[in-house]
Nanobody
């Protein structure tokens, strides 16, 4: 069994920055792909960024150039550096580790961008 714990959410002003972390506990394999998703009130959950086992990344168009995803396999931890935050980035952010039939999710962390 795998348990994911997110941290780093909070309230930030427009234009500000936040760094989210997600640490996995349990049997984590280095070839897991990892991703951040978010869900705003009244909207569907959307994928924000992915990072694959070889280190390649993929971003939603809405966050390209502002967000950066990274991972530290030795620590079973994934990060999301968020810069130039906008009010429309307000959402609950979820981390996700997956490989084949294995699909694990964190409990979510709230990010609120407001003045």
């Amino acid at each position: 069994q795998v348990h994911l714990v997110e941290s780093g959410g909070g309230l930030v002003q427009p234009g500000g920055s936040l760094r989210l972390s997600c640490t996995g506990y349990g049997r984590i394999f280095s070839d897991y792909a990892m991703a951040w998703h978010r869900q705003a009130p009244g909207k569907k959950r959307e994928a924000v960024a992915h990072i694959f086992s070889a280190g390649s990344t993929k971003y939603a168009d809405s966050v390209k150039g502002r967000f950066a995803i990274s991972r530290d396999n030795a620590k079973n931890t994934m990060y999301l550096e968020m810069n130039s935050l906008k009010p429309e980035d307000t959402a609950v952010y979820y981390c996700n580790y997956y490989r084949g039939e294995y699909d694990y999710w964190g409990q979510g962390t709230q990010v609120t961008v407001s003045s």
